[in-house]
């Protein structure tokens, strides 16, 4: 089965290294020293006290010369997933899948949602629908990341904790290459678990994101101060609340209640967020995804959130004046 990872970072790079020792033809996007490192010594993954190495992977910066794929994993933060959607296409054959595995609300969210296939894009995430068009809705899987990596040097991803990778058809279908998918996933080691709707589970990592997130950016508190000081908990639960009457208005699911998301991501610890890691490594944040999208999904669904915009607002100003926010 051939595999394309488009970003070849942690997540990307766990994934390919997964994958390839598995005996898939693995092919990874990549570019800079994180490209050079992979082609002269393959692809590197530090997992449980081991050193597994992928070499038998095509590495490449550019897309026409992978060609056609079975699937292509798009592992890149969503605001550049869309800044490269114009390097997708020469990935793409007839029966290509596209699998968004990154957070926060994805480009296709509202394709075979609810009663109308009529195209609905969200400008915080694909403005002008630019990936709605260049990739197109029926190809897209959604996928939930739930494993933490990261990338210690070029070409070397750590693996933390975590293998889960839950799937879904954004109709809810139980297809055919959803679940070949699945089965590659699991052949390598991992768990992909599939959902009927994977808007639940989308949403259900999104809950937290939508608050931790940016209130980490900026206090730079880690995930434990985050969910337990009794400021920073409530802005966060009233945020949540927020999130979660949108969600519902659009059909979601939550099969737990804000108290146990919140208890749930306390007791991860210590833990320094996407967001502030990004902020304090001098790199684009990813906003948009995770908070501008949410506020949209309010606008559109005539939710209220105060507690959302000024939370966005401000993290916004702080990442401009970092300059890591366009």
């Known amino acids: 089965m051939k595999f394309c990872i488009f970003g070849a970072g942690a997540i990307g790079g766990y994934l390919g290294v997964q994958l ?3 005996g898939n033809d693995v092919t990874l996007i990549a570019r800079g020293k994180n490209l050079e490192a992979i082609r002269k010594d393959g692809m590197k993954l530090l997992i449980d006290d081991e050193e597994r190495v992928a070499k038998d992977v095509i590495a490449t910066d550019n897309t026409e010369e992978a060609g056609p794929q079975d699937y292509v994993i798009v592992a890149t933060k969503a605001h550049q997933a869309y800044e490269s959607a114009h390097q997708i296409p020469p990935l793409l054959g007839p029966e290509t899948a596209v699998v968004t595995a990154m957070n926060g609300v994805p480009w296709w969210y509202f394709y075979k949602h609810g009663n109308t296939d009529q195209p ?4 915080s995430v694909d403005p002008e629908g630019l990936q709605w068009k260049s990739i197109g809705p029926e190809r897209a899987i959604g996928c939930v990341v739930f494993p933490a ?3 210690i040097g070029p070409g070397v991803v750590k693996h933390v904790y975590g293998d889960k990778f839950t ?23 991992l768990q992909a678990p599939i959902r009927d709707n994977i808007r639940d589970d989308i949403w ?3 809950w937290g994101n939508l608050c931790f997130n940016p209130v980490s950016a900026l206090t730079h508190a880690t995930l434990d101060i985050v969910t337990m000081d009794p ?30 998301r919140i208890e749930g991501a306390a007791k991860v610890g210590a833990h320094r967020t996407s967001m502030l890691t990004d902020l304090l490594k001098g790199r684009l944040m990813e906003i948009d995804a995770l908070v501008a999208a949410v506020q949209e999904l309010g606008r559109m669904t005539g939710v209220d959130t105060p507690y959302i915009d000024t939370v966005l607002a401000l993290v916004q100003q702080r990442a401009r004046v970092a300059g890591l926010y366009h």
């Open 167 to 189: 799937l879904g058809e954004p109709d809810g279908s139980l297809s055919d290459r959803v679940q070949a998918l699945s089965t590659a996933l699991i052949e390598a080691g």
């Open 231 to 260: 400021g920073t908990r409530a802005i966060c639960r009233k945020m949540m609340l927020e999130g979660q009457e949108i969600g519902e208005k659009l059909g979601v699911h939550f099969r737990i209640d804000v108290d146990q």
């Open 120 to 123: 609905r894009t969200l400008d």
């Open 149 to 151: 990596t990261e990338l």
């Open 20 to 22: 390839s020792l598995a």
């Open 204 to 206: 259900k990592k999104l």
